[in-house]
């Protein structure tokens, strides 16, 4: 085995991810060496991803890091990585929500948290954003509890509630709810000869809203309907957008979501009619750059989602249906996605919070040839 390196790791999936987990102290310091590393891991670049972990879908092909934590208030440090399935790359630049709710459960299991029944709340210090979020954790005899009756669209089982507070999470890589200070702008997309009204907010992750209608979209699109063209005229959105509050284009945010008002359509995994009555408005959102479609709705971008929903004056507030019991459904192409966001009187965001289950599928050991690392290169 002279010329393998042998890593320990966990793979769990979280909510509608599914990621490999590290303890930090295993991996290297060095940030060059410690992307070579991830690379080969996951078996990048290739469309198939076979000499690795990665699942070759934008769903999987994600790592998670958990170390001791940096700041005062947190009980762990995470740092999140979205590794490139063909293109030689690994993202630092944001946090996937859904693996978060696996980061808590990973942190009790792994000893780094202790565990107390029947809820442990893991401060979680995202290093990628810099801020602090919450998993409340439910336990018994000293564990994560694994199964229960929640269920989220997207994942065919059912599974114990493990609720995430992200409200501490406003500004997460601009500094600010409204990037710009304000509720809508113009925004001049000169590629496309386009001007659009749009809503930029960042809460847990930056996002763009716009009018699917504005950009030639129904807004009820399956993932197969995201033709190369639409995926190409949306990065052009967020490119747009990017430069519009200050990041750089290739940033891979703000992500861009086109907005519709309540639309029944059909879940394109089971068939069945997602009803628009349902529904606090329909989106859809696409990831990664070069973009592709979600399957789902990620779950830090339904956090921002929410909040925009609710926050007057919004592109998403305009079509937003409150459906009166405190929660906001978002509907996206597997279901829903039920969101609580409560603001203050000033507009500041006092709840942004959601539930997902989660749960351990292997530990052990990960083997990259020292070969396949080399191979790298500079990422």
């Not at 965001?349 to 990960?366: D, H, P, Q, W």
Request: hydrophobic residues 40%.
């Amino acid at each position: 085995m002279s010329d393998q390196t042998a890593i320990k790791c966990v793979i769990m999936r979280g909510g509608t991810s599914k990621g490999v987990m590290f303890n930090e102290a295993d991996l290297p310091a060095n940030i060059a060496d410690r992307e070579r590393l991830l690379l080969a891991v996951m078996g990048t670049p290739d469309p198939r991803q076979i000499d690795g972990l990665g699942g070759a879908d934008p769903l999987t092909s994600k790592v998670c890091i958990i170390g001791s934590p940096s700041v005062a208030d947190a009980d762990i440090d995470y740092t999140y990585a979205m590794i490139g399935i063909e293109e030689t790359m690994v993202s630092w630049s944001t946090n996937c929500g859904n693996l978060s709710a696996a980061v808590g459960v990973y942190a009790i299991e792994e000893g780094l948290v202790e565990a107390r029944e029947p809820e442990t709340a893991v401060r979680i210090y995202n290093t990628n954003t810099r801020q602090i979020f919450r998993a409340i954790v439910p336990v018994r005899n000293g564990r994560p509890i694994v199964t229960g009756a929640y269920a989220i669209p997207g994942v065919p089982s059912f599974g114990a509630e493990i609720r995430l507070d992200f409200s501490r999470t406003t500004g997460s890589a601009t500094g600010k709810l409204l990037p710009t200070g304000n509720r809508r702008d113009r925004l001049e997309v000169k590629k496309l000869g386009l001007t659009l009204d749009v809503s930029i907010l960042d809460v847990a992750k930056p996002t763009v809203y716009f009018r699917a209608a504005d950009v030639g979209l129904t807004g009820i699109e399956s993932p197969e309907e995201f033709t190369p063209e639409i995926l190409g005229r949306l990065n052009e959105i967020r490119e747009a957008a990017a430069l519009f509050i200050g990041l750089d284009k290739d940033s891979r945010v703000p992500t861009p979501v086109t907005i519709a008002p309540p639309t029944t359509y059909t879940n394109f995994m089971t068939g069945k009619p997602v009803l628009a009555e349902t529904m606090s408005f329909a989106a859809r959102r696409v990831l990664g750059v070069p973009p592709k479609p979600h399957k789902a709705f990620a779950a830090t971008g339904a956090v921002c989602t929410a909040v925009a929903a609710i926050l007057k004056g919004t592109i998403v507030n305009e079509v937003y249906v409150d459906r009166g019991d405190g929660v906001i459904n978002i509907g996206h192409p597997t279901g829903l996605f039920p969101v609580k966001a409560k603001l203050a009187a000033d507009d500041s965001v006092e709840e942004a919070s959601y539930s997902r289950t989660a749960r351990r599928l292997m530990s052990g050991e990960v083997y990259v040839t020292n070969a396949s690392i080399a191979a790298r290169g500079e990422v």
